[in-house]
């Protein structure tokens, strides 16, 4: 498995958008995404690309966590409603939160993309970058009924992410999150290293995600229980 976790019809959907929507996914997944992709191939002009697409998904990892506003363009001066201001904030704070996301799906690609390679420092990097986020925004404590605590030895100031709306943003939420903690255990057990992410209370780390659905079906009925309160 190479880890990719999002939501497949959702994420195609998504991808198919003009660059400048404000819900197309991140370049630095896609980048990550196309450089497997070409790993695939046996096309040699393709295979001279995938170099290039790597260090677009790194670079572009950090523009990801550090523009997710939307900037919107109005010709007309007059003042906004405040029906329009609370839209163009919702859309804002939801696309921010998408590109959290994706972030940390890109991080993961490219953790295994440098493993598959046997390059395991560049590996072990990406996976704590993935844990590192993961935990800022609060991934290990999806669908919890408890308030999350902030994590005080990974990242202070979490990432907020936006309420969930829906069974597919739940499971994209909880089957990353399980994906980072299984990249972090297998490959640092592989390699005779300490996890990184320890399911520990006093750091703000306590695991309290439940375990990812394989259906859409037991997803909406999960959805529909820890949400209904």
Known sequence: SLGFTMDEERFQNEAGLSPDHPYRPHDSLLSIIYAWGIRFTLTPELKLREEAFVQRAIVGVQDTLANTQVLVTVSDSR????????????????????????????EVLLANYFFCLGQTVEGRYHANAAVTLAIGCGLHRTGS?????????????????????????????????????????????????????????????????????????????????????
């Open 79 to 106: 003042p906004f409603p405040p029906a329009f201001s609370a839209l163009t904030l919702s859309i804002q704070d939801e696309a921010a939160s998408r590109r959290r996301l994706q972030a940390i799906q890109a």
């Open 145 to 229: 009924a408890e308030s999350p605590s902030t994590p005080s030895g990974l990242m202070q100031g979490a990432l907020q992410l936006t309420p969930v709306n829906n069974a597919v943003e739940l499971t994209e939420r909880i089957r990353i999150f399980w994906e980072v903690f299984n990249l972090d255990s297998c490959w640092n057990a592989a390699l005779n290293q300490a996890r990184f992410l320890s399911d520990d209370r006093v750091r703000g780390t306590q695991i309290d995600a439940p375990w990812p659905m394989d259906t859409m079906d037991s997803v909406h009925n999960t959805f529909l229980l820890t949400f209904r309160l």
